[in-house]
């Protein structure tokens, strides 16, 4: 205790800023419900103008800029006058690096989730079944509005990553990439785009495919790849050369994602690999930026699905009851790593 009170201000601080995090997330995605980025993306503007442009309450308008200008989002540059900050660009329309449906979905549906976070963790593992997922995915299906949403941050973190995975990711000649549950086609679009002699093989639920083909047509690479729709559960589509799994497993239980990667290994000929791209959790956490990440990604699993992120050791146990071996691993852009897997005896 003595050695937290001498420093107590500075601690203090630190914890505030913790606790009050919060504002920053709903800051950002009603700059984003309101279009603020883009409607200050051709230059400076005064809160008048985006006052009646918008409906917002002149004052209540101006106080959340000034806001937004604490975070970079905006700037001012004269008195209620203000532009694009540093960090603005990032939530405009159609921007290649952009977040904004990120931030979107972390201010509005992930948000009241993190209410139950106390309840979730009472219950644990009981209170959570593989139908939390099944529910939240089934959802997609019918509800256009948030599957718009879900696809769309979903593309976004894929961008994140795509690039250092493809930089280290090694496929041969007139191979054929299967992208299991790659939603839109970011990811398997990115390794196409610089390799003209693979194919790509896009697999997932319909309303995931819908979103595709103009993704597709952007990165030039729409006539290598074909789309087939069904459940990942069910049958993964055979003869793949590489399968990428990203961001799938993590949103599942362990008896759930056993099963998606005992199909994956039933569709794997003996000379295929599966890349597996997700955050991996550490054996012992410390408080390194990249832990505090991995972290509330994990919390954000426990509070919406029935998912957890995992630790390399405890892939290694789900790898091996699919019958498959793990090969390497390695650290990626974004917090996430690669893990490359054969099937057992194969490796063998």
């Avoid at 979730?120 to 299906?141: M, P, Q």
Wanted: charged share 20%; proline share 3%.
């Amino acid at each position: 205790m003595t050695a937290v009170a001498d420093r107590d201000p500075l601690a203090q601080s630190r914890l505030m800023e913790l606790i009050n995090a919060g504002w920053t997330t709903q800051a950002v995605a009603a700059a984003c419900e309101l279009d603020l980025p883009d409607r200050l993306a051709a230059g400076a503007r005064a809160t008048t103008d985006l006052a009646r442009e918008t409906g917002a309450d002149l004052d209540a308008l101006t106080r959340l800029l000034r806001a937004l200008v604490t975070l970079e989002v905006c700037s001012e540059v004269a008195a209620d006058t203000f532009a694009l900050g540093t960090l603005g660009p990032l939530l405009c329309h159609g921007h290649e690096q952009g977040l904004r449906h990120w931030a979107l979905l972390n201010g509005g549906l992930l948000w009241t989730r993190w209410g139950a976070l106390s309840a979730k963790v009472r219950v644990g593992r009981g209170g959570a079944t593989s139908n939390d997922s099944t529910e939240r995915f089934r959802r997609l299906e019918t509800d256009a509005e948030e599957a718009a949403l879900f696809h769309g941050a979903m593309t976004e973190l894929s961008r994140r990553v795509g690039g250092s995975l493809n930089a280290t990711l090694t496929v041969p000649d007139g191979a054929l990439v299967v992208d299991v549950g790659g939603g839109s086609g970011e990811l398997l679009a990115t390794v196409l785009a610089t390799r003209p002699s693979i194919r790509g093989l896009l697999f997932d639920l319909s309303p995931a495919l819908a979103r595709a083909l103009p993704l597709l047509h952007h990165h030039g690479v729409a006539g290598r790849c074909d789309l087939r729709s069904g459940s990942f559960f069910d049958v993964v589509p055979p003869q793949g050369d590489l399968y990428l799994l990203k961001s799938v497993l993590h949103d599942w239980d362990d008896e759930c994602a056993a099963l998606l990667l005992s199909r994956c290994s039933e569709a794997m000929k003996p000379s295929a690999r599966l890349v597996v791209v997700e955050r991996t959790m550490p054996e012992r956490m410390g408080t390194a930026p990249e832990d505090r990440a991995v972290a509330r990604s994990d919390l954000n699993m426990l509070v919406g699905l029935a998912g957890r992120e995992r630790c390399l050791s405890e892939y290694r146990k789900l790898f091996e009851h699919a019958g498959l071996a793990l090969q390497k691993a390695w650290a990626l852009s974004a917090g996430f790593s690669a893990i490359q897997v054969t099937r057992q005896h194969a490796a063998g």
